[in-house]
């Protein structure tokens, strides 16, 4: 059995057992018994980084990445924008073309004022104002000689596109039909030039491409 030691001063001394070095500077002791020195929890003493750093660094990143993801979403929406709107003016101007060369082209000798209506509705008023002065005299010559005219178009293409006119030119079959007969078909190119008015593009002007005989040397 232990007992405790008591001195003649009265001071008291703890049991006797083996000795402990404090604990060394650079962190270990040395177990005197064992004649080695071992370590003190160096998980304890191992400096571990900032909170706040990781936060900061943390921070910085999603920013970065946040920034990257919506400028790219920008970019990828302007250029898909900027592709569609021009896709949209490029149809738009290529059926108000179709449209304009059937209307100008093809008639119904019992009712020729409807494709008038459809020539007026589709023009600048330029044009109607142009084109006006000769309808009366075409019109009785349709309804006179009974004549009724169809076209298909072949191919038709934009030559060319600004941001307020453009020019189509169609390659198109036109026929001329009497008492259900056709009388014949003929090739033509036609040219129908456009204005934008508005949001709406409009025919300023209709006609017959020039021929490549024509257009030579005398």
């Known amino acids: 059995m232990t007992h405790d030691r008591t001195d003649a001063d009265g001071g008291r001394h703890e049991p006797a057992g083996e000795p402990v070095d404090p604990v060394a500077a650079d962190g ?11 370590l003190v929890d160096k998980a304890e003493r191992r ?61 119904d000798h019992a009712n020729p004022d409807k494709a008038r209506q459809a020539q007026r509705a589709m023009s600048t008023d330029e044009f109607n ?14 309804v006179k000689e009974k004549l009724d005219t169809s076209v298909q178009i072949l191919d038709i293409g934009i030559a060319r596109l600004e941001p307020s006119t453009a020019e189509v030119v169609a390659a198109v079959h036109a026929s001329k039909i009497k008492d259900g007969k056709t009388l014949g078909t003929i090739p033509l190119r036609l040219v ?3 204005r934008l008015v508005g949001d709406e593009w409009k025919v300023d002007n209709f006609a017959p491409a020039p021929s490549i005989a024509s257009s030579g040397s005398e």
């Open 129 to 142: 104002a142009a084109t006006e002065a000769g309808w009366p005299n075409a019109r009785k010559l349709i």
């Open 192 to 194: 129908t030039q456009l």
């Open 47 to 107: 400096p571990e980084p900032s909170r706040t750093a990781v936060f900061v660094a943390g921070g910085v990143a999603v920013v970065a990445l946040i920034a990257a993801v919506v400028f790219g979403i920008l970019w990828w929406t302007t250029m898909s924008s900027t592709e569609y709107e021009a896709a949209q003016t490029r149809q738009a101007v290529l059926d108000t073309a179709r449209r304009a060369v059937v209307a100008y082209s093809a008639f």
């Open 28 to 38: 270990e002791r040395t177990d005197r018994k064992a004649g080695r020195r071992i």
